[in-house]
């Protein structure tokens, strides 16, 4: 699946208000576009358990939250929601920025997780990508961006 899609599919969140990470989660979970064989409450019970274990902060005030386990059973409800936080939360980042974007990440397999893990780490390395997610972009132009990547 094409990371366009997924950005499509997820579409993208703006100024969630949140204290902490856990708090975004609570707040996005239950707006996401998730299929019906997954609530809102596993997979905000999902990224909790894997935030726990380690912090999903890459550095560069971004953070790549996904589940350890795969959670979505088909194809076609994979997605990435995209989500500016209204204000930058401390998530332990290994560059200390403080996070103000993330990237939700849903897989159905885990070839196509670090495919696009793959594909998002050299989209972050885009100045044209970058430039989109400090004016905010929305999922098309962040979509129309990632094409063919």
Known sequence: MEISQMFKRGGVMNDIDAKDIFEVYKQICP????PD??????LYEALCRREKVMSTAVGRGIALPHCRDIILKDDE????TVVYLKNPIDMNAPDVKKVSVLFVLLTSNP???????????????????M?????????????????GM
Do not use: V, W, Y
Request: proline content about 0%.
């Open 111 to 129: 070839q196509t997780h670090l495919q696009t893990l793959s594909t998002l780490a050299r989209l972050f390395k885009n100045d044209n990508f």
């Open 77 to 80: 409800s994979q997605q990435i």
């Open 37 to 42: 064989s997954l609530t809102a409450e596993q």
């Open 31 to 34: 707006k996401m576009h998730l």
């Open 131 to 147: 430039n989109l997610l400090r004016n905010r972009a929305g999922a098309e132009e962040l979509a129309n961006e990632a094409r």
